[in-house]
């Protein structure tokens, strides 16, 4: 008796929403394992005016928040001098994003290289 509905799940008679509708409820749909070496990355980002670079990348979103607030430190500690030099303060985010979407020949930008003029 189980082959007819099995065939009828081959020939595409059965639709995906009624064999979920079927699937007992301690059964869960695939998710991603955050342990299976996934390439989803957590970047921190600086921004000043309308120049956008990524600042560094990191496994975990902890990690990531961690350098965030460093590099937030560091900011704060040259802030009388950037306001004398007039020169704009960056602002540092984080966003995921995956391993494909760094650009070629990327690399981590130093926590005070907005003072050497390393953002444009």
């Not at 980002?45 to 975990?60: F, L, M, P, Q, Y």
Request: aromatic residues 8%; hydrophobic residues 40%; positive net charge.
């Amino acid at each position: 008796m189980a082959l007819p509905d099995a065939q009828n799940r081959l020939a595409g008679t059965v639709s995906p929403c009624q064999v979920f509708r079927q699937m007992p409820d301690n059964v869960r749909p695939y998710e991603k394992d955050p342990g299976r070496g996934d390439d989803r990355l957590w970047a921190v980002i600086a921004t000043i005016g309308r120049v956008v670079r990524i600042a560094d990348i990191h496994a975990s979103h902890t990690r990531a928040q961690a350098d965030q607030i460093w590099r937030e430190q560091q900011v704060r500690a040259y802030l009388g001098f950037l306001q004398r030099c007039e020169l704009p303060v960056p602002r540092y985010t984080i966003r995921s994003m995956s391993r494909a979407q760094l650009p070629r020949g990327w690399r981590p930008l130093p926590a005070l290289g907005f003072l050497n003029g390393r953002m444009s």
